[in-house]
């Protein structure tokens, strides 16, 4: 088992009230709601948590990237991650990941996480996710192309990890007269690729052929298994039988020795109401051509407001009982985590641990006893339950490196 | 909407792709190329047109009911496909009618053949950046507020598409991932086509509507102005889609201007 910290570094240093008035905390409300010296103070202080948790034992360090919106400050999420690099000793360094159509230039991205693989000495797990709708506005990328750059700058960059130099890439979003970067990982052939997602049904697909791990983003548990289901049939059709070495799971926790504290801080899990991102505006989330064409009919309801939210709109009380939201003591959060673990059978498990307005002093305290206290219990869990993670299993970096497949490994598509 | 004008709903091949159009009437012929949002199937200007003309209303590939050019990645490719529609319909000397998106379309087909048409109508033409304001920018809203955008009145937008079937949201998210497919960036211009515009032999005539809340007039000033022979008319009382909010006003201009 890999267990990881996660934080969404809220902004949390920011005028709510602005934004319940505006309508959306995303993409159009106005970053006069910002204070770079609070955000100062806050990066800071993420930072210090990150090595907090190290001291305090946990395996990895999740990272993630948004853009225009208080629920998380990480814009770059190759800035962390080469801090990171730099003033950590042991942990993986877990970038959940790059959205890579958001990169003009992938050759570029392939080498920023050459340097973070080589000064981490080989720590980077380096996840790409296709990024938001409204990820894609803020950046002025064209979400009706969001899924061919996405592969295609999968595959230029792990060319470009992989192929010896120089080499022309002619691709339809991406031409590179020349690639050739001195800079290339140390991990061997690449390092991990991880794949995070919640909703799309043909990233899981995507994600199985490759054989990369699939990171279900707080899913339910009948959600987490109907995403295992996706992609163990995918799995089967290239040829293995996929694992926990295959499957990750990210879990909102908070704990605290006193469960009325615990509760209390952990319904800040619901300052942006419960959602991913913010007060979202349906438009800006799921623009044009960004979703599958299969969900069209369902959308442009959603957009119109003709239909609810497909996540529904659960409250806290309701997330607690779902065990969408875990709060209280190490053994209250114990007993539920194994709960999970034994029902979605993961290899790989990350714990938001804070969100919103917790304060310093608190954020720490559930660091410390998610690493000294939680993490070591789920160790023993795992163990009984043969809950492996990929370095554990010594999986197989991508299907193209798998010498067990039940028949010649194919292109994945 | 229902039409007591007899068209006829074909489509050819173009390009691979299978291209919609609609035909009627009799005389000099017109090509009538819509919106971003598409087009209904049958419009009271349609039908005015078709009074006294033969009257081509294309549906633009990837829009409506024509299928998706996967390789497509600009507006002139569209209006390369609309000249090839036209040879192959053996249409010579065609008026081109513009309307919004389709202006665009319209005028990259007159610079790429100066001399291929007979008049240029544009009706709050896209295609270049406005010197004042910007062309309202649909990846922010959602796609009723859009198409009603282009309207001035809540009266006017009720009559062509009343309370706005989920069929109708679909199209107009069909529509609205075509624009984004080649109109993404720039939004909804082209840095070129001002320099080409200078070689167009045809008359042109540039329509805006007195409220157009999509494609600022200032646009349409620039066509006038770069246009060896144009003139500019504002609709009064009507937003963007002047063909569907005046469409008798606007259908007098045109039929005066082309057979005049």
């Known amino acids: 088992m890999h267990l990881m910290y996660f934080t969404e570094q809220p902004m949390s240093a920011y005028s709510e009230k602005s934004g319940k008035e505006f309508g959306a905390t995303a993409l159009m409300f106005s970053n006069s709601n910002y204070d770079p010296v609070e955000g100062s103070r806050l990066y800071n202080q993420y930072l210090e948590e990150y090595i907090w948790a190290e001291e305090c034992g946990v395996d990895g360090i999740m990272l993630n990237e948004h853009h225009n919106a208080p629920f998380c400050m990480q814009s770059q999420t190759n800035v962390f991650a080469s801090i990171l690099a730099a003033v950590t000793k042991h942990v993986k360094i877990v970038i959940l990941g790059n959205p890579l159509p958001l990169s003009e230039n992938p050759v570029q991205l392939a080498e920023t996480l050459g340097m973070i693989d080589m000064i981490s000495k080989g720590r980077l797990v380096s996840g790409f996710v296709r990024g938001g709708g409204q990820e894609q506005l803020a950046n002025g990328v064209n979400p009706a192309f969001n899924r061919e750059r996405f592969i295609e700058a999968h595959d230029l960059i792990t060319k470009t990890w992989t192929q010896p130099g120089p080499f022309r890439w002619e691709g339809t979003h991406y031409q590179n007269r020349v690639v050739n970067p001195w800079v290339v990982p140390m991990q061997k052939p690449y390092p991990r690729v991880w794949i995070p997602g919640v909703l799309s049904k043909e990233t899981i697909i995507w994600t199985a052929k490759q054989r990369y791990p699939y990171i279900c983003l707080n899913t339910s548990i009948e959600a987490t298994k109907a995403i295992w289901e996706t992609y163990d049939a995918a799995a089967e059709e290239v040829g293995y039988t996929p694992g926990p070495e295959n499957r990750g799971y990210l879990i909102r926790v908070h704990c605290q020795m006193d469960e009325e504290k615990a509760l209390e801080n952990g319904r800040q899990f619901m300052w942006m109401q419960g959602e991913f991102t913010g007060l979202a505006h349906p438009v800006w989330s799921s623009p044009s051509g960004y979703f599958s064409p299969t969900q069209r009919r369902n959308f442009v309801q959603f957009a119109t407001g003709r239909a609810i939210n497909p996540r529904g709109e659960p409250t806290y009380r309701d997330q607690l009982d779902s065990m969408l939201i875990i709060a209280g003591t190490p053994k209250q959060c114990i007993e539920k985590l194994r709960f999970i673990m034994r029902e979605t059978r993961p290899g790989i498990m990350a714990l938001w641990g804070n969100d919103g307005f917790v304060s310093p002093t608190d954020s720490k305290e559930c660091i410390r006893l998610l690493g000294q206290e939680v993490m070591p219990a789920l160790r023993e869990t795992a163990k009984e339950l043969g809950l492996n993670s990929p370095f554990e299993a010594n999986a197989p970096v991508h299907l193209n490196y798998s010498t067990d497949l039940r028949q010649p490994a194919r292109a994945a598509e | ?260």
């Open chain 2, 1 to 260: 909407m229902t039409s007591s004008v007899a068209w006829t709903d074909s489509s050819a091949t173009i390009a691979g792709v299978r291209l919609n159009y609609s035909r009627a009437g009799s005389g000099r012929p017109i090509v009538v190329l819509h919106h971003d949002i598409g087009t209904v199937d049958r419009l009271p200007f349609y039908d005015a047109l078709a009074g006294g003309n033969d009257t081509i209303v294309v549906n633009l590939p990837g829009y409506g009911k024509s299928e998706r050019p996967e390789w497509m990645r600009h507006p002139r490719d569209i209006a390369a496909m609309v000249q090839w529609l036209l040879h192959d319909l053996n249409v010579k000397n065609a008026s081109v009618v513009g309307l919004g998106f389709g202006g665009w379309i319209a005028a990259e087909m007159a610079s790429q053949g100066p001399s291929d048409f007979a008049k240029l109508v544009l009706v709050g033409p896209m295609g270049i950046l406005p010197p004042q304001g910007y062309i309202l920018d649909q990846a922010l809203v959602n796609y009723i507020e859009y198409a009603r955008a282009g309207f001035h009145t809540d009266a006017a937008f009720a009559s062509v598409y009343g309370d706005v079937s989920i069929d109708q949201l679909e199209i107009f998210d069909v529509c609205r991932e075509m624009s984004f497919r080649i109109a993404w960036k720039p939004y909804m211009y082209s840095q070129t086509l001002p320099h080409l515009l200078g070689g167009v032999r045809a008359p042109a005539l540039v329509v805006v509507g007195e409220h157009d809340q999509v494609v600022p007039h200032s646009a349409a000033d620039v066509y006038v102005t770069a246009l060896r022979s144009a003139r500019k008319e504002v609709v009064a009382g009507s937003g963007h889609c002047v063909d569907m909010e005046k469409p008798a006003e606007l259908a007098g201009l045109v039929t005066k201007f082309i057979n005049g």
